[in-house]
């Protein structure tokens, strides 16, 4: 049995089968510095695609906060402490439009699980809108918008699912998205359990992240303001900058949100989440689920937190997302490959749409050729969208023009050995 086999097989044993990996012969990784990582024989892969390690892997300022904090103290929020605060204050100073309270949790879902629910106490109803083709975590309640597993016994009756924006098959500048989000708020309505919530990511990253034009929701605003419902932005995978032109997701589609949810890039892999939002939203949920979250805003995770956001400050990390995103783009759109069908993308989050020569039909086995034989190549990628033949590219954001030479080199090579089918 090879090295790999062995831990695939100790983690079968232990972990339960179906734990996820990535790629046919997963990597094991043990090493990570800026957006380098290294495996167990010690061989060198270019990260582009962990948004996790969002200021680059093991950053010594974060490391030394975590550190420094849990040398110090890590309790929860029941007792007083002004690091929370010290971090709420500094995040809330990044929104507009009166987001300005902060509900700390520990991942994404559970983040998302309480704005929906903040949804409810707004509304006192508990119907709830997604796209069709998303995943906003895993908690019961969020399992409901997720479509790449149906929940058991079939989705709620309170739950709809809208067609997801594809830019490429179905140009629309917004007026088709709001009419079938008008249809489910109709339809929810009658059906008695009324319209609390719509949830969204900004970017649609994982519908592939269409290229949407700036206002392309706000059609679909006026009709959830119109019906009283809760705007909530899942802005777990956009935000921190991401995009490179704002700090947050919403702010480039030019939208204002009642409940903002983060996440993964929060704290540079500490598992930090965070719900913002309006004051009356915040209250509304308290008032009616109160809410206590053993780990969620301990002093580490505030120290983690904080730093992070040091970090993008002081490095200037927004603007490198947005000129080395724009390089990207540039040398991506100058490869020519007759399965090339877009290349597409916002800041340090973009990627190639990969289809049938000559037609739109997705070619996600090409895809995952082109995945495998990245990571032969040691860069590290993976795909998305409803077709999964999307490259998805969304590297540590100090991500350089270098690494984007050598991403884009490889991915040349790569094309050029692959077989088209
Ligand atoms: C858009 C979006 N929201 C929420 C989540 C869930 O976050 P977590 O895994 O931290 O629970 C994810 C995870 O992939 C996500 O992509």
Not at 173 to 187: D, L, N, S, Y
């Amino acid at each position: 049995m090879t090295d790999t086999e062995a831990l695939l097989a100790r983690r079968r044993r232990l972990l339960g089968p179906n734990v996820p990996t990535f790629y046919e012969e997963p990597v094991q990784i043990v090493r990570g510095e800026g957006v380098w990582l290294w495996d167990a024989d010690g061989r060198r892969y270019l990260d582009c695609y962990n948004n996790v390690a969002h200021v680059g892997h093991c950053h010594p300022k974060v490391v030394a906060a975590i550190a420094a904090q849990a040398a110090t103290l890590n309790t929860h929020t029941r007792y007083l402490h002004d690091g929370i605060l010290d971090y709420a204050e500094r995040l809330t100073g990044k929104f507009g439009h009166d987001l300005s309270t902060v509900m700390m949790v520990c991942s994404g879902s559970e983040a998302n699980d309480v704005a929906l629910r903040m949804g409810q106490a707004m509304t006192g109803k508990t119907g709830m809108i997604a796209t069709d083709n998303t995943y906003h975590g895993n908690t019961a309640l969020v399992s409901q918008l997720s479509t790449r597993r149906p929940p058991i016994g079939g989705y709620a009756p309170n739950v709809r699912l809208v067609p997801s924006p594809d830019t490429l098959r179905a140009p629309d500048g917004g007026t088709t998205f709001a009419a079938h989000v008008a249809q489910a708020i109709a339809e929810l309505e009658a059906s008695g359990h009324g319209f609390a919530s719509l949830m969204l990511c900004p970017f649609f990253a994982n519908e592939g992240f269409p290229a949407l034009p700036k206002g392309f929701l706000d059609a679909t605003v006026e009709v959830v303001r119109r019906a009283g419902g809760i705007l909530i932005a899942d802005e777990v995978q956009p935000g921190f900058g991401r995009l490179g032109t704002h700090w947050w997701g919403h702010e480039a589609l030019g939208f204002a949100p009642d409940v903002v949810t983060i996440g993964k890039p929060m704290a540079n892999g500490h598992p930090v989440a965070a719900v913002v939002a309006r004051p009356d939203v915040m209250q509304a949920f308290r008032n009616a689920f109160g809410y206590f979250n053993t780990f969620g805003g301990n002093p580490v995770s505030c120290a983690a937190a904080l730093a992070t956001l040091e970090v993008i400050e002081a490095e200037g990390l927004v603007v490198n997302a947005r000129e080395v995103g724009a390089y990207a783009l540039e040398r991506l759109r100058a490869l020519r490959h007759p399965m090339i069908a877009d290349v597409r993308g916002a800041g340090l989050f973009f990627g190639v749409e990969f289809t049938e020569a000559g037609n739109l039909t997705p070619a996600p086995d090409f895809v995952i050729r082109l995945v495998e034989g990245m990571r032969r190549h040691g860069v590290l990628l993976n795909k998305i969208g409803r077709g999964a033949n999307t490259l998805k590219i969304r590297p540590p954001m100090p991500f350089s023009r270098e690494n984007v030479d050598l991403l884009v080199q490889t991915l040349e090579a790569v094309l050029a050995e692959t077989p088209m089918p």
